[in-house]
């Protein structure tokens, strides 16, 4: 079952604002109305606050707990991201936060879904 | 002969705007012209209306069966693409609409055709 | 419904034995479990008898004809391949024929099938 | 010799806006200075204007033939990039032309002309 | 639990070998070390005997059920490949018969496992 | 038209056996059915006779002009490949040839053709 | 130990902005929790002020040197991007720096960080 | 020697503006430091002046000479950019110009430099 | 200082021959003559006896820490091959194994080593 | 002017067979006939004989040396081949030594040569 309380967090080491991007290879949950498992890539992509306004990164292992815990979930797509951008906004109030799910998909279709939290800042927009 | 009617619609699950993208590769439909099949790929990317303004998500397993609808259709690529966007568009109402087709073509060209509803929201914008 | 009669044949060009593939990325049928359309990509690869011999080569048209007769005919993958090997042997009488049958695909399994008549020839296994 | 008389069009299907690419991977022209032949690929993407003001999309097979209409004749890439552009505009009178020639090269040195009409509209601007 | 209970077989279309191949790409189990689950791709490729022999081929959704039945499964990479080969061998007494597993590693180690049984069949050497 | 007086041989620098691969990359010539252009890669391997022997090596801006000579003639795929294999041989004499013809293809069928002369060396079996 | 007192600097050759991509795909630190070895790629963008206001950039025997320091330091990676930003702004003062670090990561999470220093220059963002 | 002297200019064919990119894929010159040859890519992308403001484009085979004059030249990355951003800037007087070189480098490290000259135009912005 | 002492074994699960490969992407050593680092990829590949004679596999764990235990070490390619066959072919007595070791290179030129030890079984030939 | 005086050689560090491979990127040498610089990649496999037979390695260094000393000299792709098998053999006297250039080519055709000394060693063919 989701657990968010799986989800730890460490304090920015900066007070300039930076962008940290975490892909996670390896998600999988269930299909609530077949019953089949669902497998996908989960990308988080946020700006922590400053140091000095208590700004948090989530922590990475306590991250990799989390998602795992969706392993045998009932889950739409659509559920699950929103369910991840709202769990991690809590945990780190970031001033920025992209949450991309990448879906293998069934019969011929395959779907993306984002959401997000806050301003996108100026660093990933000049990629 | 494409079936808007085996469109169906569930509500969104968030009250903040988000975007869903659905890659629909095995797409097929007839050349009116030559009666030979013709071969595509039919993106849809949409952002739902929020749940309290009664947003609405298409149905991954009803939009296979409507793109299927086209099979046997003598059809050209503008007619197929402007169709997808019309019907989604009545079904869902969303704030935003982007289909893209991309065929296989014939005779060394292909082709890609894009009709937009509405307009693009910041989280697409900033991929 | 497959029709081996849309397949025409003409006289190969040379007395030297030679190596002849066909790659026909836009193969559909139908499951005939499901109903739902599967797709794939049909290869030829086959070595025509010497000129002399009376060997003969597939009409490239006519096989694009013959391989679209199976665009509403439920039918199993296996099925398909021993079919279009059986037809094309029939209709060349080669020295070799390799049918290999590529299957998008269906709940995250991909298929590939092959499906063989005659020996190999020299010039194919030096690729 | 470049013959846009064999460029055809027909309605829009659209009363809304919508963009169009077609790419025509096979296109080969002369080199006027050392007669030997160049190869590259043509890509259109234009926006017609809606079908009330008359607006009009170029025919497929017409735009084949026209662009096999430079096979024999000595040109530059320059040129060639903008008469496309022009005889294009010319038949369509779209919201947006944009041509891009890429061409295979000579001597180690690659090439790439890209010539517009008109205002670049928001659907292709999101993409 | 791995269940091979689970597997269905269905009669061999042909009198002559031919080879399938089929490709798994959402497996997942259990690491019975760490706990923490472990993704890969596993492929099958076989052939199976002659129809008048009796021959049967595995069932396409059987096997997908099949191979689901190790999610939770606490078990080593060499033991899923040949617990695999072995059921899989029993199922079908192929004339040939290869498991592939193919995983995505920990700690920047990628394993891939193959399992024979039987003899390789002449049309796949020749591919 | 085909034209093999354009082509010329200068002698082998080497008295050992050695492997020579040219691959075409710009090849054009007429579908003598449609009229339409065919495009295609032309590749040859040979392995020339040693010098000792009067072994010699195609030159490679005649084979340049040789194959420009190709590009207004109506000929099948077949054919232009077994016509460069004999020209070539009669011009060398070589221990080994290989030529493949890649084509692009029509209406969703790409070919690839390959006519042979003499013994594959172990030098280029041993890849 | 990271050592910023192995960087050098040379006076950039021009008055006019321009834009420089220094990427070291051999980077290695430790990780400071597990003691195991991360491996990643850190890419440096900067613009140096121009000559006449006394504009350096890095040299490059310097940086790899300095980059090399880090390889068995315990150090996070949001640490390290963060320290090469400052090392560097330090040493250059420049128009715009952006450190961005990819790493292979751990456990099914690869992450990407990135830090900048700066306004992006016009060069940058017209790529 | 870097010799401008090679470069020639044609007027260009037309009064709108356009844009063009020429990628030079095997350029070489040599490190002043250690001697050893470098290797890179030279890209240049130019929009010239219309043809009635006496507008002119660089002439292919003139450019391919000036960039084969830097082969045994001692010269640094940033220099080279520079350097050819000045002359090519001076031959043709753009409206807009920009030189990138992408560098194999050494130890590790690949570099990319890009130096303008103008503004860039709409046409490439929009890409 | 590199360590055999490390590698740990456990008893193959199986009385058939497989194959197992192991490939570890992220290697370092130290080159013994320049002090720079050298990055490479070590692949294992290996067919351990069968259980009922006493045929082992390396522990993935084991196999990584040994691996690391050459981080520091001043050693050449060829050595760092030989020296991994030794240390495995000692712990496992392998029916086969073969080392591979793809270094990043320096000064343009990348390097393969292999070595082997014992008879290449048909599952790994047949692939 | 190639220059072999430039090649050194160090004892092999084994007394079984393996195999090596270099690929030098970044060779350049000069068109006889047109002054132009060819461009292509140097590929060097050898086995050197056992250490208790004298074996010996050419070493990297000054392989880079020699492959630089045809920077300026005018030299046949084939010429190029056969010098560098030649050469190499005298240095080492290897079991088995394959010499690949394969050149970047012009007026759209590229060449790969192969010349070879010796048997193909074991390791090799079961790669």
Tied chains: 1, 2, 3, 4, 5, 6, 7, 8, 9, 10.
Excluded at 29 to 50: E, I, Q, W
Excluded at 83 to 103: G, K, S, V
Excluded at 111 to 119: L, P
Aim: net charge neutral; charged share 25%.
């Amino acid at each position: 079952m989701p657990n968010p309380a799986l989800l730890e967090a460490f304090p920015t080491p900066s007070d300039t604002t930076f962008v940290i991007e975490h892909i996670a290879e390896e998600f999988t949950s269930v299909c609530p109305k077949t019953g089949h498992p669902d497998f996908g890539v989960v990308t988080l992509r946020f700006a922590p606050r400053p140091a000095r306004d208590g700004g948090v990164c989530v922590e990475l292992k306590s991250l990799k707990l989390y998602l795992q815990s969706f392993r045998n979930e009932g889950i739409f797509y659509e559920a699950v991201t929103n369910r991840i951008r709202d769990d991690l906004a809590r945990l780190m109030n970031p001033l920025w936060l992209l949450i991309t799910t990448d879906w293998r998909g069934r019969g011929g279709i395959r779907s993306v879904i984002r959401a997000a939290h806050g301003e996108v800042p100026a660093e990933w927009r000049t990629r």
